[in-house]
């Protein structure tokens, strides 16, 4: 389906939870976020019955997220559940990666075609805290096991000023060595705590700093890619990418819906607007169900507003949106 703006919308990012087994940095307060009740979190049938709806309406990606997927009971059968829609050709999921070693066989079984894992440090330190508490050695054990199960992966670092810059070297190095597709990710201000502009490290700064240690050149998107642009390490075995949210705005080429676990759908993250499912779930109303999704694709917004230097959106946890 084509929005206002020419772009064709084929991407669904569906949230099955807003809970999550960290409490990293960029994503919420260090007190945390209030749990929904569970009777506010759609059942597997509604998440199922939404996606179906937005294949028909030319949705061919959907990524599932959370909070963290994977600690929500019985995410295997229903993944396994979306990889048998007809129309859908790409079937991936974000993921801690702290489940991954005991998981990652079922998820493979289950259709899952590519995992993003967040992965913001390769210090144990560092990474406990950024992510207030997370165990390094647990993920990185979960990213080898996937692997060896082949599952194609993608490493997500959120690069932050003072924090965890100095590791960018580090990274690339893993796209050198391994076959996994590293992406580079710039702070956004989602929970809008004041010194947030000192964090933002410009994508064009990160490419400047990987030109003085390697050799890359560009690579072509598909048809389903996301907003990162995508570059080759000389004689690497993998790849890395860019995403440039605040400093370069990729919004005239994007190309994604989401869902929130709650049911309520935007068409940006830093949208205002949402459009709540619940009522066409409620009466079994597929029409009306199709017809709001592509409500929200027609309105989708040209662009966000975040730059730089500004953010007037309120501030949320993005485990609360679909991460």
Known sequence: MIDSFGRK????RLSVTDRCSMRCLYCMPAEGVTKLPRKDILSYDE???IACAATTLGIEKIRVTG???LIRKGISPFLARLSGIPGLKELVLTTNGLLLEEMAGELQS???QRLNISLDSLRPELFAHITRGGDLSRVLSG?????RAGIPIKLNMVVMRGINDAEIADFVSLAITKPYTVRFIEYMPVIRESNWRSLVVPGREILAR???RFSFSPLGLGDLSGPAREFRVAEGAGSFGVITPISGHFCDGCNRIRVSSTGMARGCLFSLTETDLKPYLETHDTVGLQDALAGIISNKPGRHQISVTDAEHQPFAMASVGG
Not at 9 to 12: D, G, K, P, R, T
Not at 143 to 147: L, P, Y
């Open 9 to 12: 919308i084929n991407y669904l």
């Open 110 to 112: 289950a259709g899952v």
């Open 47 to 49: 998440l199922f019955r």
């Open 67 to 69: 909070g963290e997927p």
């Open 143 to 147: 990213i080898q096991t996937a692997e």
């Open 210 to 212: 990987i030109g003085r």
